[in-house]
C-alpha cells in the first residue's frame, strides 16, 4: 500500500476491559491496519470517572498499559508522565465510547457522544445505554453535523450482526431475525440441557467461571438481548423503537423438567430474541424458545452466539459463533474504525 495512508486522532471514553483491550489491540497491530488498510490510528486521549489524560502527540501505549485499568491507570499514568488529570473535553477526529452501559439514562456515554458530534467527530460505540435511549436522535444530530455512527460492538461484541445486514445483504428485504444474542445465558441453558443440571446450579457454575456477574439479572432477564435485538431492529429496518416495544422474557422461569421434556423430541430451549412480521407488523420478542432439531441456531452451544435473517431474495443466512469476551468486543470496534477509514 506504499506511504498512502488515512491518520486519525482517537479519544476514548471509559476505560475498562474492553477499552484496555482496544489500547492493546492499536499497540500490537497498528503498523499491519497501516499497511494492509491504508489507516493508522493515534490515540491522543482516555476520559475516566476522575478526569482525562490527554497527549497531542499520542498517549505512550506501552507505559499506559503497564497499568491495571479505570481511572487509577490513568492517573499513575499522569503522575508517570508528569502530566495533569484534565477536565474532559473531547477533541480529535474519532471517540471509542466504551463507557459503563447504563439502560436507565445513558448516561455518560449519551452526554460524550452529543459532543462528539457538535465536535464533526465520528463515533464507534461498544457500550449500548446511550444507543437504546436514544439512537434515532443521535444518527439525526449526526448527519446534519456530517459525522458517522458505527456500533457493531454494542449488537453482540464478535459476531458481526450487523454487519451481514448492512453489506451481505443490501438490497435484500429482511423478512425476519433471530438470535440468540447473550453468551450467559445461553451458557446457562446449554449446561442445563447438556448436564441435566437445574437453572440455579447452572447459573453458579457460569458465576464460578466467571461467565456470569455477580448479578447477573441484564443477562438472565432477557434485558442483554432485547437491547441488542432493538438496535438490530432500528438499524435494519430504520425504526425508532424502544425497550418498551419488545416482549421480554427471561431465563429464570425454564426448569429442568421443560428442558428435558424439550430433549424427547430431539429440541432444545433456547433464549431466542426476535424480531419477527406477524399480519403485516415487526413483532419484537425476547423470550425462551423451543429450537427444533432442523433451525441452525440448535448448533449454538455454550458462550457461543448466532443470528439468522429470513429474507425475501437471498433465502435464510445463518452466522454463528464469534468471541465473547472484552477482546472480541474490542475487535468489533477496531472492525468498525477500519471499515469507515481503510485507504
Not at 491518520?7 to 484496555?20: E, L, P, Q
Request: charged letters at 20%; hydrophobic letters at 40%; a negative charge.
Amino acid at each position: 500500500m506504499g506511504e498512502s495512508y488515512t491518520k486519525r486522532k482517537i479519544m476514548i471514553t471509559g476505560y475498562g476491559t474492553v477499552a484496555k483491550e482496544f489500547v492493546k489491540m492499536i499497540n500490537e497491530q497498528k503498523e499491519r491496519y497501516r499497511e494492509s488498510y491504508g489507516f493508522y490510528a493515534e490515540i491522543v486521549g482516555i476520559i475516566g470517572s476522575k478526569g482525562m489524560i490527554y497527549e497531542e502527540d499520542g498517549i505512550d501505549l506501552v507505559t499506559l498499559l503497564s497499568f491495571g485499568k479505570g481511572s487509577q491507570a490513568l492517573g499513575q499514568y499522569a503522575q508517570q508522565k508528569q502530566i495533569y488529570i484534565q477536565a474532559p473535553e473531547l477533541k480529535g477526529d474519532v471517540l471509542i465510547e466504551c463507557s459503563p452501559t447504563n439502560l436507565e439514562t445513558g448516561e455518560p456515554a449519551l452526554s460524550y457522544m452529543k459532543a462528539a458530534i457538535t465536535k464533526n467527530m465520528d463515533i464507534i460505540s461498544v457500550s449500548k445505554g446511550a444507543l437504546v435511549q436514544a439512537l434515532p436522535e443521535l444518527k439525526k444530530l449526526a448527519d446534519t453535523n456530517g459525522c458517522r455512527i458505527k456500533y457493531s460492538g454494542a449488537t453482540a461484541a464478535a459476531l458481526p450482526t450487523l454487519d451481514i445486514g448492512e453489506y451481505s445483504l443490501a438490497g435484500s428485504r429482511i423478512t425476519e431475525i433471530e438470535g440468540i444474542l447473550n453468551g450467559t445465558s445461553n451458557f446457562i441453558l446449554t449446561s442445563m440441557s447438556e448436564d441435566s443440571l437445574s437453572f440455579e446450579n447452572a447459573l453458579k457454575l457460569a458465576q464460578e467461571r466467571g461467565i456470569a456477574e455477580a448479578n447477573p439479572a441484564l443477562d438472565v432477564q432477557g434485558y442483554d438481548s432485547a437491547c441488542k435485538i432493538l438496535l438490530l431492529a432500528n438499524g435494519l429496518f430504520h425504526k425508532t423503537w424502544t425497550l418498551n416495544d419488545i416482549s421480554i422474557e427471561g431465563i429464570e422461569k425454564v426448569s429442568k423438567a421443560d428442558m428435558q421434556f424439550a430433549k424427547i423430541n430431539g429440541n432444545d430451549i433456547k433464549l431466542v430474541a426476535s424480531a419477527r412480521s406477524i399480519d403485516g407488523t415487526i413483532t419484537l420478542q425476547v423470550k425462551p424458545e423451543i429450537i427444533t432439531a432442523d433451525n441452525p441456531l440448535m448448533n449454538v452451544k455454550g458462550t457461543n452466539k448466532g443470528i439468522l435473517f429470513h429474507t425475501e431474495e437471498m433465502g435464510t443466512i445463518c452466522c454463528i459463533g464469534g468471541a465473547s469476551h472484552p477482546r472480541g468486543a474490542a475487535a468489533a470496534a477496531i472492525k468498525d474504525m477500519l471499515n469507515l477509514y481503510r485507504g
